[in-house]
């Protein structure tokens, strides 16, 4: 979106919010992955807040997961009491704008100022790996304790791949070649095969953020979870959906700037002793490691290709659906082996 634009919108989102406090200046300081726009709005006074602009996705969908996780800011206890970014409310609801003129539709939520300490390294260590594994099995349980009072979400994996075999059936050409478009059938067909298989709908729903590259937390001295402010992918799902970034972030590559996709570091040695450091607090099951490929099909699917074109700028999203053809989707089947994560766990099959 265009700057003067989005300054504009954000303008009537603050008048709407509280047109008494005068803003001296909007900051762009979005990290120019996605559509989403991130601000930093300075008032006369020199007091800060974050504005996030959006046009990604539906709006209901945007409203209705800034409630969940504003209810989940405020259930979750110590230690992680304050990790959650908190949006900003109006009459005790999260304040969010919405601005339709032409052919826009977009919105806007603000949020506090979070305070980052520590930034894991970009390449992890054994012992980093080990005390993110630990932060995140905490954190599942501390987000399964609060899941049992947060907001209903209508969203599911299910709903989210009907979609996208409805966006197939209307439009086909949208999709690429023949060959890509059953590519996709054939994908969604598996996934919902697979969800029965290891008897997803049994699994717990939780708050899960599934993007937890580096840049998204931060932590401190001890390398336990501090701040959190990214929720672009946030869900309630399962809390498998979460462990294919986890795996990317202990990758032997690390956090990079270029980024792919690749299935493969699943099935790593450091992603192995995340998952055996994680157990030991969290423990998983059977079904829940076979479904970890299910996860990563479902993410493809779903967040590359759905709704790639929407969410990544076009650079990346062209090259990141084209490699979902070309490598991801036929990697899903040929590259997993649960038995490696089973034997690692000791969880017999």
């Known amino acids: 979106m265009e700057h003067e634009l989005s300054t504009l919108i954000i303008t009537k989102a603050w008048e709407g919010y509280d047109a008494s406090r005068t803003i001296r200046s909007i900051e762009d300081i979005s990290a120019n992955v996605s559509t989403n726009q991130v601000f930093r709005i300075t008032f006369e006074d020199d007091d800060i807040i974050i504005a996030k602009l959006s046009s990604f996705g539906k709006y209901d969908h945007f409203k209705e997961d800034h ?12 230690p992680f009491e304050n990790f959650l970014a908190r949006s900003l409310l109006k009459n005790n609801r999260v304040y969010i704008y919405r601005y339709r003129q032409g052919r826009t539709d977009a919105w806007v939520v603000f949020y506090n100022p979070t305070r980052i300490l520590e930034r894991m390294p970009r390449r ?9 594994a630990q932060q995140a099995a905490k954190f599942h349980k501390a987000c399964s304790r609060a899941s049992k009072v947060l907001p209903k979400s209508s969203k599911t994996m299910r709903t989210d791949i009907n979609a996208l075999l409805d966006q197939i059936n209307r439009d086909e050409s949208s999709f690429g070649t023949r060959t890509q478009v059953d590519q996709l059938r054939y994908h969604c067909d598996l996934y919902l ?4 298989k290891y008897a997803a709908n049994t699994f717990e729903t939780i708050p899960v953020f599934l993007d937890w590259n580096i840049g998204n937390f931060s932590v401190n001295n001890k390398m336990e979870f501090y701040s959190r402010w990214d929720y672009d992918w946030f869900r309630m799902s399962n809390r498998i959906m979460d462990f294919y970034f986890f795996s990317r972030v202990a990758s ?5 700037t270029v980024f792919s996709y690749y299935i493969t570091t699943l099935m790593e040695d450091r992603f192995i002793i995340f998952l055996q450091e994680y157990h030991k607090l969290n423990p998983l099951t059977l079904n829940e490691v076979g479904f970890m490929k299910e996860a990563y099909r479902f993410f493809i699917l779903n967040y590359v290709i759905k709704d790639g ?10 090259k990141l659906q084209q490699e979902a053809y070309d490598i991801y989707l036929p990697s899903v089947d040929r590259d997993f082996d649960a038995r490696v994560i089973l034997d690692a766990l000791k969880i017999k099959y």
């Open 67 to 78: 409630r969940i996780i504003q209810s989940l800011s405020n259930n979750l206890l110590y």
């Open 124 to 132: 992890l260590d054994e012992g980093h790996i080990r005390k993110l």
């Open 193 to 196: 095969k697979g969800r029965a």
């Open 252 to 256: 032997n590559v690390g956090d990079r």
């Open 309 to 318: 074109k929407h969410f990544f700028h076009e650079q990346y999203a062209q």
